[in-house]
């Protein structure tokens, strides 16, 4: 809208002012609510308190006892995400002053390198752009497109070096991302010895080949095939399956993306099991559902594709609200990726084509007020929980974000929770033609943004600059997600039962040679001789079964014949 | 009652001699509630004249046939003759093979019918290994065999749904040949197993199954039948499958989920399978158990140096158990077929079963002897052969409440059928592992204490009753298997796989007087309550008085049909209902971007595609896929030469 095109010239007299007071307004935290004033000079908050004494020549800014509330924080964008080497309509500048629009002083993008590309380019690459471009604070997830050695070198590096603590993985997208369950393991062993957070896109993408194999061959291939391949069943097995990975390795998981009540209940359940399990609903699985991808106007039911998809089940945002609201899910993002209708049009005569990603960047804290504190679900303290302070905690940027405090980073909202504001795309920031929210009433908007101790959005106006975002370096082992870890990680102690040694008969296996492991007798005491070579008794174990077909074949035919039942057609067949 | 009438309609189908009438003469006789005697002794000298309500049949009150049957007047010292006289004559039979020998005919007196929908009080005639006539004061040929069963329930025989008797392992086999393994079952009071057939993988399924029935054919005391293994999966074993269902009488088919690298199938795997024999009409039964994991879980137990049998239980946790069964169940849901849950060992498992029930999922859950009756403390016992004795896959849970939750699903309905999954190998066969637990080989015993057990632990308990009880051991496997009515139940023209159950015998399990030939028993001292007091096989009394007349070879393969009700009815009729239909719009006529960064502007493809009806499907898709990787491959794909790589960018 107008503030966009005029901020080039006009910002500056605004960005020099420094020294801010917001007077008169209520200060919500996660925690509590008070009356007090807020004093920020040089992008960090000074001080919070009544009757504050200030230097002189500081703008004041009338709060009129609204609410004061830590900026929002967007932890799941994607504004650099090319889909076929086109980069989405919103790229980091379009998209971050949708994000101060709508009160969102924060973003986390993903970095999506491709596999067989360098982890650490790929996300130089993104930082480079994201700096240039950038009009509020941002950090940074890497997506792991494959699992090999070498990425574990350069995972090191990120969280060592760069400040990346989160890392996302891939159940879906077969042949592409999607990593086994061997892989997963690693995975996740691997990033939560670093003290990273796992991020899993969690589909199961081998039933989702299949399904979209069946889809297409029916002959349906408009955006309804989407929802009909992806049934919410997958997302919520991938769940399952992701939590009781991360539950066997203690390592803390992040469900990125939950678009489903099977899916939410999934998570539920495993939290009431303990499991240390975050799950993040999106704007668009809290605000509308998926019964659009039978639009008969395709682009708009293309607007609409993502991954997993919107559930057709039109209680799903009820659902999810009310979990986010007794804290079984704990953050809300956007999975902001917005692609032109000409992009989604790629896919128009194959539903799987389409590139996914639907708009929510700017919607995302009105729609959690609306549908959620302004009914009466959740309370304001657990409105900037869930899309602010929660993932600050989770995502180890707290106090200096999510809170409004002394020393914080001053990323400050006046919100004001009785404005009626309609979603349109004439009227929204970003760039995308279809606003997948189009026409729906929204109470709770943003009246006042304060990034980095800037007022960028005033009486609807934006006033931004291009590269004014910092990168927020984030250090690994978040409390909110290890303290428990590393506690169960002492406790969880597996010992041996020390029995004396067996001394009696052993059936003689005939495939001897199979068993690798040289000297058995040297391993009869589990306890006082520890590491006899531990790896090749572990690889010794699957030869043993008679699995690895090319071991052996060699030795098969020798002693095969001794197995007498059925041994004769045993050695025919497998010959 | 129903049942009563309609067997007794059967009327015209018997030989003459039998022709029925109606008897004034007392029968001494206990009779104990039930159905026909809802007042004690209401119905003495009473005889219920069923075929007299139904219109357009002889009344029973015809003349009496021949000779007046000598078990209406039966004493104590006339059926001990009876029974000596039975004995002398089983000898001939043993040898006469299924000659119609007078011992085939028997007659079982004062019983009380237990089905799995109703118990009622009746005397059951059988005649050639079927079950003749039900009903109070038959009318039977002389000289034949009475049993009186002084108001003990009559129930239908055991299936034990799960075993694995004389299977190959490395070059050995478990010790428990079909000869044994089935004795046991007899003793137990199980009149039906079914096999596992496990091929090696690469070889034919057709062959291991052939194999098999040789090997039972010629052991086997009891009827039995086979469920195959798929252990790998190609278009070979489609069609062999295929042929084992439709002309080999196999219905259901065992999976992997678990065994990496062995015999464990990936998802795509499983999703063919399940589609391809929710077509066919088969049964498929997973091994629920995620092996990927437990393998990297074994590697790291055995790292930190654990390599006893604990280190079994450690590396396969229960929520590897209930992740692969919320898997199977979601690929089940998703290809509309009927999914049948092997060995659910653990809470965890049995819940997401039960879970998926209530969403309307079909699926049936078998919990084993093992899993119902003891827990996995064992696995950390001193003795190392008693707790390599317990090592079975999925383990035993170290949850000491496991088998009381079990049961109690059980009896809610919430897992259908019982197996034993008997599976033994001695100590020194399970010594192969001594040093290194993944060596083990997996399996324990329970074909013989799986009836007894679950009567002690769900029925004396009151969780559950007698009925329900019927359903657990027997009849749902029978339905399952579409082996019913002719097993599972008595009733006119079944099978007749009778046990006389006593509800109150209390047997002490212990290896020493157990019929299997392994050295540990996992329920060694468990005292359980109930045990079959007689139990008929084929017609013929195999267990009586404690001791056991089995003879070997007599086993009856039973081929089982595709199809099955009790599973297929409700997926048919939801395949009728899923039907998927795509939106009809107009075509999208507005830009479409061009996704080759290269030529930017010229846009043949998007010329070539701009109608979705007249395109080949097929094509279409498969172009699409390969559009997404390589863009150098387009011109390619407009060719026709499309390459069928299924990945998707995002």
Not at chain 1, 101 to 123: C, E, R, W
Not at chain 1, 353 to 370: A, H, K, Q, S, Y
Not at chain 1, 384 to 410: E, H, M, Q
Not at chain 2, 423 to 432: L, R, Y
Request: net charge negative.
């Amino acid at each position: 809208m107008s503030g966009a095109s005029f901020q080039g010239t006009r910002s500056i007299p605004h960005l020099t002012s420094e020294r801010l007071l917001i007077k008169g307004g209520r200060v919500v935290n996660d925690d509590q609510s008070f009356y007090a004033d807020v004093y920020v000079e040089d992008g960090v908050i000074k001080q919070v308190g009544e009757n504050l004494v200030v230097p002189g020549g500081v703008r004041v800014v009338e709060a009129e006892g609204r609410m004061v509330i830590p900026g929002g924080i967007d932890t799941n964008t994607c504004l650099n995400k090319a889909y076929l080497d086109s980069p989405p309509v919103d790229d980091f500048y379009q998209g971050t002053k949708a994000a101060l629009a709508g009160g969102t002083t924060m973003i986390i993008d993903h970095v999506t390198p491709q596999p067989g590309t360098s982890l650490l380019q790929v996300f130089e690459q993104w930082q480079e752009v994201a700096d240039r471009k950038c009009c509020c604070d941002y950090s940074l997830h890497v997506d792991i497109p494959q699992w090999d050695e070498g990425v574990k070198d350069e995972l090191e590096v990120l969280v060592q070096e760069k400040g990346i603590n989160s890392f996302q993985v891939y159940m879906a997208y077969k042949d592409l991302f999607q990593m086994t369950d061997t892989q997963l393991y690693e995975a996740f062993s691997f990033l939560s010895n670093l003290g990273a957070v796992v991020l899993v896109h969690a589909e199961n993408g081998d039933l989702i080949a299949q399904e979209q194999k069946k889809i297409l061959e029916m002959g349906i291939t408009g955006p309804e095939g989407h929802p009909l391949s992806r049934p919410e069943e997958l997302e919520a097995e991938a769940v399952f399956r992701a939590i009781t990975i991360g539950n066997r390795v203690n390592c803390p998981v992040y469900i990125t993306r939950v678009m489903s009540k099977s899916a939410a209940d999934t998570l539920t359940q495993a939290r009431r099991k303990g499991c240390v399990v975050f799950g993040e609903p999106l704007t668009a699985s809290l605000a509308t559902d998926g019964s659009h991808y039978w639009n008969r106007n395709w682009a708009k039911a293309a607007a609409c594709v993502t991954s997993p998809p919107l559930s057709p089940d039109p209680t799903t945002p009820q659902h999810l609200h009310t979990l986010l609201a007794c804290g079984d899910l704990q953050v809300v993002g956007s999975g902001h990726c917005a692609y032109s209708t000409a992009q989604k049009a790629i896919g128009k005569d194959n539903f799987t084509l389409i590139p996914e990603g639907t708009n929510g960047l700017e919607e995302r804290m009105g729609f959690v007020w609306d549908r959620a504190a302004a009914l009466g679900k959740m309370d304001e303290n657990q409105f900037v929980a869930v899309t602010s302070t929660n993932a600050a905690k989770i995502f180890n940027l707290y106090p200096r974000k999510g809170r409004i405090a002394v020393g914080s980073d001053a990323d400050i909202v006046i919100w004001d929770p009785d404005r009626i504001k309609t979603i349109t795309a004439k009227l929204q920031q970003s760039a995308l033609e279809y606003n997948i929210f189009e026409g729906m009433e929204c109470r709770g908007v943003p009246v006042l943004v304060v990034s980095q101790g800037r007022v960028v959005y005033e009486d609807d106006k934006l006033n931004v600059q291009q590269g004014t975002g910092r990168f927020i370096p984030r250090k690994p082992f978040p409390d909110h997600a290890y303290q428990r870890i590393n506690t169960r990680n002492k406790v969880i102690g597996r010992q041996a039962v020390s029995r004396g040694v067996y001394d009696g008969p052993v059936y003689d296996v005939p495939s001897t040679p199979k068993y690798i492991t040289p000297a058995p007798s040297a391993k009869t005491s589990p306890t006082t001789q520890q590491p006899p070579p531990i790896r090749n008794l572990h690889q010794s174990n699957f030869s043993l079964s008679g699995a690895q077909v090319d071991d052996n074949v060699p030795r098969r035919s020798g002693h095969r014949i001794i197995a007498p039942p059925g041994g004769r057609s045993n050695i025919t067949s497998l010959g | 009652m129903a049942e009563a009438r309609r067997a007794l309609s059967r009327e015209d189908e018997l030989p003459v001699y039998l022709a029925r009438s109606g008897t004034a003469d007392q029968a001494a006789r206990q009779k104990h509630g039930g159905l026909f005697c809802s007042v004690e002794g209401a119905y003495e000298s009473k005889t219920i004249d069923f075929d007299a309500l139904s219109v357009g049949q002889r009344g029973s009150r015809t003349p009496r046939g021949q000779k007046g049957v000598d078990t209406e007047t039966p004493s104590s010292v006339n059926s001990a003759h009876e029974f000596k006289k039975a004995t002398e004559l089983k000898h001939d039979v043993d040898k006469a093979l299924l000659s119609n020998d007078e011992s085939d005919r028997l007659l079982i007196k004062g019983g009380r019918i237990v089905n799995d929908d109703q118990s009622f009080c009746a005397d059951i005639y059988m005649e050639d290994g079927l079950i003749k006539q039900i009903g109070d004061n038959l009318i039977v040929p002389g000289g034949v065999k009475t049993i009186e069963a002084d108001g003990k329930m009559v129930i239908p025989g055991g299936i034990d749904i799960h075993t694995h008797f004389q299977m190959p392992y490395r070059g050995t086999t478990t010790v428990d040949d079909f000869c044994q393994g089935t004795k046991a079952a007899l003793a137990g009071g199980t009149t039906m197993i079914v096999d596992h057939v496990i091929p090696e993988p690469g070889s034919s399924l057709v062959e291991a199954f052939e194999r098999w029935r040789e090997w039972a054919d010629e052991k086997s005391c009891c009827d039995y039948s086979l469920h195959v293994d798929i252990t790998h999966w190609n278009d070979s074993v489609k069609q062999e499958v295929e042929i084992l269902l439709k002309e080999k009488g196999v219905n259901s088919f065992q999976v992997y989920m678990a065994y990496k690298d062995l015999y464990q199938m990936s998802n795509s795997e499983l999703y063919e399978i399940f589609t391809f024999l929710g077509e066919l009409g088969g049964i498929v039964q997973v091994h629920a158990e995620n092996g990927e994991i437990i393998a990297e879980e074994q590697a790291r137990m055995l790292e930190i140096g654990i390599t006893g049998p604990e280190g079994h239980v450690l590396s396969r946790p229960e929520e590897l158990e209930a992740e692969a069964v919320f898997r199977a169940v979601t690929i089940a849901s998703q290809t509309n077929c009927p999914l049948y849950v092997t060995r659910v060992m653990s809470k965890s498992a049995a819940d997401i079963i039960s879970q998926a029930r209530k969403k309307g999922n079909v699926v049936f859950g078998e919990p084993i002897t093992a899993s119902l009756g003891t827990d996995g403390t064992h696995y950390w016992s001193k003795n190392w052969a008693k707790a390599a004795s317990y090592v079975t896959s999925p383990p035993l849970s170290p949850d000491p409440t496991t088998p009381d939750y079990l049961n109690t699903m059980l009896a809610s309905g919430d897992l259908n059928v019982t197996g034993s999954a008997h599976c033994t190998f001695s100590v020194a066969q399970k010594a192969i592992g001594k040093d290194d637990f993944t060596q083990i080989p997996e399996g324990v015993n329970g074909v013989e204490e799986r009836m007894s057990l679950i009567w002690d632990k769900a029925v004396v308990s009151g969780k559950m009753d007698e009925n329900l009880f019927v359903a657990v051991t027997s009849t749902n496997a029978a339905k399952i298997l579409n082996l019913y009515p002719r097993k599972g139940r008595i009733a006119v023209g079944s099978d007749s796989d009778l046990v006389i159950w006593d509800p109150d015998l209390v047997k002490t399990v212990t290896a020493k007087t157990h019929n299997s030939a392994a050295e540990y028993n996992v329920f060694e001292g468990m005292e359980l309550r109930g045990a079959p007091m007689l139990v008929i096989c084929q017609g013929k009394i195999v267990l009586e008085d404690g001791k056991l007349q089995a003879t070997s070879g007599l086993g009856r393969f039973i081929p089982c049909s595709s199809f099955p009700d009790f599973a297929y009815k409700r997926i048919k009729a939801r395949k009728q209902l899923a039907v998927l239909r795509a939106v009809p719009r107009g075509m999208y006529d507005g830009p479409v971007s061009d996704f080759i960064p290269m030529s930017r502007g010229a846009t043949p493809s998007a010329s070539t595609r701009s109608s979705p009806t007249k395109a080949p499907i097929r094509n279409l898709h498969q172009s699409g896929f390969s559009l997404a990787g390589n863009p150098k491959l387009l011109h390619n794909v407009i060719k026709g030469n499309s390459v069928s790589m299924s990945f998707r960018k995002h």
